[in-house]
């Protein structure tokens, strides 16, 4: 069946540091791939999604770049923000079903 | 405003107890779903639906009910409510665009 495994936390950072979160997945056929963050005591918000290889999703600062030969969907973001303090979760969507397979979230949390 | 909406945000229950979770979404979503939280495990979807009048299972649907009368409702019970129940439960729809989340109830059961 469809997994995603992404890089475990927390990961602390000081502001303007890099960010990268590692995410990589199994799938039976060609899934699109997608980073939802949460906010401290909200709900899930898409950040980002890409749908096919070598597509590059970007929003807020952030990217990914969907990799088909290392099945991967690595977060990327330059220069944080405190505000940028939240859990990713890293999710794949199979273009045959509808269901959004997600891996365990990696918290971050930005430091002044 | 347009979206998913949940209710209660939050919930103590004693252990054998049974509760409704409401779920209502106004964006005329034929696809609905629920989704637990758990520390560690990312979301786990419980149960879904295609359409109104069609269920079926997710990964974890022991002990969780759900039906579907409605397009914008998508109610889901506890039957008897057990302390590895205590969860952050998410509710969502979905159309081509993606997913929309509602805020979240959070269950404690003692």
């Known amino acids: 069946g469809d997994s995603v495994t992404q890089m475990e936390g927390p990961v602390t950072l000081s502001e303007e540091a890099f960010l990268t979160i590692n995410c990589t997945y199994t799938?039976?056929?060609?899934?699109?791939l997608f980073w939802y963050v949460q906010y401290p005591g909200e709900g899930l918000q898409l950040l980002l999604k890409a749908t096919k290889a070598d597509d590059k999703g970007s929003n807020k600062g952030f990217e990914a770049t969907y990799r088909k030969e290392t099945t991967s969907f690595h977060l990327e973001k330059g220069s944080v923000q405190v505000s940028d303090s939240a859990v990713y979760f890293c999710a794949l969507r199979e273009r045959s079903d509808y269901k959004l397979s997600f891996g365990a979230g990696t918290t971050v949390t930005v430091r002044a | 405003n347009a979206g998913v909406t949940q209710t209660p945000k939050f919930q103590v229950l004693k252990t054998g107890q049974s509760m409704t979770l409401q779920c209502a979404q106004d964006m005329n979503h034929e696809y609905m779903s629920w989704y637990r939280q758990d520390p560690g495990m990312g979301l786990r979807l419980i149960h879904y639906?295609?359409?109104?009048?069609?269920?079926d299972q997710g990964e974890v649907p022991n002990g969780y009910n759900v039906s579907r009368s409605t397009t914008e409702d998508f109610p889901l019970r506890l039957l008897s409510a057990a302390p590895s129940q205590t969860s952050v439960y998410f509710c969502?729809?979905?159309?081509?665009?993606?997913?929309?989340f509602g805020s979240g109830t959070r269950l404690t059961v003692v």
């Open positions: 969502a729809s979905f159309e081509g665009y993606g997913y929309t």
């Open positions: 799938a039976t056929g060609y899934p699109s």
């Open positions: 639906s295609v359409g109104a009048g069609i269920t």
